[in-house]
């Protein structure tokens, strides 16, 4: 169930998200979690997302807010998620531009943005 809070960090702006998590006010897993949430029920009618891996989302969740909580240095979207469109070649994540002929299609580069935005978010 989305409460309020959830309800209120899914709406946030990248900007605004990655602010409060610098400040201690938001974490990223509960960031992603609302994500998550608001997907979950908006989904069946938006029909947005190809592949969605929730754990690994939320692994990496919890990974930035260890590494905060550790003192490491943190980008400019530490702990921001990002959804990326089926046509971004992601190495760790099927990339199947849209089409059954690419079904299962995993490339082994990033994307030039791929790189920059996982560079903005350690």
Do not use: Y
């Amino acid at each position: 169930m989305v409460t309020g809070h959830e309800r209120q960090a899914a709406e946030l702006s990248a900007a605004d998200a990655a602010r409060k998590i610098r400040d201690g006010l938001l974490t990223s897993e509960e960031l992603v979690q609302s994500c998550l949430e608001r997907i979950h029920a908006l989904e069946p009618s938006v029909q947005a997302w190809t592949f969605l891996d929730a754990e690994h989302a939320l692994a990496q969740a919890r990974a930035a807010d260890e590494r905060k909580r550790s003192g490491e240095p943190i980008g400019a979207l530490h702990g921001v998620p990002v959804g990326l469109k089926d046509i971004i070649d992601t190495a760790d994540m099927p990339t199947e531009n849209g089409t059954v002929l690419h079904r299962g299609r995993t490339p082994s580069n990033d994307a030039a943005v791929v790189k920059m935005l996982r560079a903005a978010a350690p």
